[in-house]
């Protein structure tokens, strides 16, 4: 008699692909952020719509596209992807991602490595597929160039402005300063503080001995902070703001890539302006410090930020024990 097992069938487990999103807009702005929003809610619609899709995560940034570092929405996503919890990326397009033609092609073979595709929508273009890498290398180069040309524009507008003398400083975190509907106005509190640095110093304190001033008198800094740096009092001290005068183009972009500033001395053409902003000490005074800095530069700097003279002819002593 014949015996019979039933045996069913083994279906083939349903492959789900776990989907990320990168986003990212240049600035804060708000139709800039605005146009994030509406990339955010787009994708998490065109994902909820296709049933073989797993959410795996919605990564964005706000900044520039030049630069990966300070991007934690790339980073993070990224990481995930390092360990194994992304199966598939869309963007918009290959600006979005990044503007550096080496920074992209390290993330799309990075990706590529782990079996994991980055769809550039814009573009149409997938970068799992290495026939595809000289079309998206191309795009790259192209928005690279585009930002050097944004780049070149934005400094030539900036020179044309000090030119005429115009001062755009945005005076945040600025010491005795602020800008009002775009005008550059006096904080009298941090005024006062600013006065009394000056008066100190001509009094014969040393910077160290100033910062120990502020501190016991519980005076913060610009930035809200308890603790004042030396190097701080000592800028402060070199600024000819204070004396309601502006020099321009102290410092200068050495790279568009990277945008590191450094100081311009002679890379570019500086201008000075005269009563560009009301004044917080006079110019006798500014000059006066000035004067006494020059006196004071044979130095040795302190472990503790007091600053003694080398030929032991000014250290400060007579007044250290007063605020220290």
Request: hydrophobic letters at 35%.
């Amino acid at each position: 008699m014949k015996r019979i097992i039933y045996i069913p069938a083994v279906l083939p487990k349903k492959k789900y692909l776990r989907v990320a999103v990168y986003c990212r807009v240049s600035t804060s702005s708000k139709s800039q952020l605005f146009s994030l929003e509406m990339q955010k809610k787009a994708y998490m619609r065109m994902i909820e719509s296709k049933p073989e899709w797993i959410f795996a995560g919605l990564f964005y940034d706000i900044g520039s596209g030049l630069r990966r570092k300070g991007r934690a929405g790339l980073e993070d996503m990224l990481k995930r992807a390092s360990k194994g919890k992304i199966d598939y990326i869309i963007t918009k397009s290959i600006s979005r991602v990044s503007r550096d033609t080496l920074e992209l092609l390290k993330i799309i073979r990075f990706l590529r490595e782990r079996g994991i595709n980055m769809h550039f929508e814009n573009e149409n273009l997938d970068s799992v597929r290495e026939d595809k890498e000289f079309e998206i290398t191309l795009g790259v180069m192209l928005a690279q160039d585009e930002s050097r040309n944004t780049s070149e524009n934005i400094q030539w507008g900036f020179q044309r402005r000090f030119e005429k003398g115009e001062v755009f400083t945005k005076y945040k975190n600025f010491m005795g300063y602020s800008r009002v509907n775009g005008e550059i106005v006096i904080v009298p509190v941090q005024a006062e503080t600013v006065r009394k640095i000056f008066d100190l110093y001509l009094q014969g304190r040393t910077f160290g001995q100033i910062k120990a001033y502020l501190e016991s008198m519980g005076i913060k800094s610009a930035t809200g902070k308890e603790c004042w740096s030396t190097t701080t009092i000592q800028k402060m001290l070199k600024n000819e703001k204070y004396k309601g005068d502006s020099l321009l183009q102290k410092t200068v972009t050495e790279d568009f890539m990277t945008g590191r500033k450094v100081k311009n001395v002679g890379q570019r053409n500086q201008y000075y302006v005269s009563g560009s902003h009301p004044t917080i000490v006079s110019e006798e005074v500014f000059d006066k410090v000035q004067e006494e800095m020059k006196k004071r530069a044979r130095t040795v700097k302190r472990e503790d930020g007091t600053v003694e003279a080398a030929d032991s002819k000014y250290n400060g002593t007579e007044h250290a024990a007063e605020y220290i």
